[in-house]
Nanobody, 120 residues
């Protein structure tokens, strides 16, 4: 079992910045992927950014150049630095992880979600 502890959401003005963090804890062998997804009212959940264990990263086209995902492997913590925020970035941001176990293989987990509101 993995527990995901998220923090860092809130209200920010357009053009501002926020940093989300997500810490995974549990008895897994390794973290394969950590990522953030977001879901705005009336829209489907979408991938924002993903950090893969080999160091590769992926970003949604809408956030490329503004958001940066990073990983502190020693702390099993991922960070999403969000700069130049726009009202369209308003959504609930969910932390996601794929963790590996010797007995069951890879398992997906979701955090509880953090509200990010960009408004003047």
């Amino acid at each position: 079992q993995v527990q995901l502890a998220e923090s860092g959401g809130g209200l920010v003005q357009p053009g501002g910045s926020l940093r989300l963090s997500c810490t995974a804890s549990g008895t897994f062998v390794k973290i394969n992927i950590m990522a953030w997804y977001r879901q705005a009212p009336g829209k489907e959940r979408e991938l924002v950014a993903r950090f893969i264990s080999d160091g590769r990263t992926n970003y949604a086209a809408s956030v490329t150049g503004r958001f940066t995902i990073s990983m502190d492997n020693a702390k099993n913590t991922a960070y999403l630095q969000m700069n130049y925020l726009k009202p369209d970035d308003t959504a609930v941001y969910y932390c996601y992880t794929n963790a590996y176990y010797w007995t069951t293989g890879s398992v997906d987990y979701w955090g509880q979600g953090s509200q990010v509101t960009v408004s003047s």
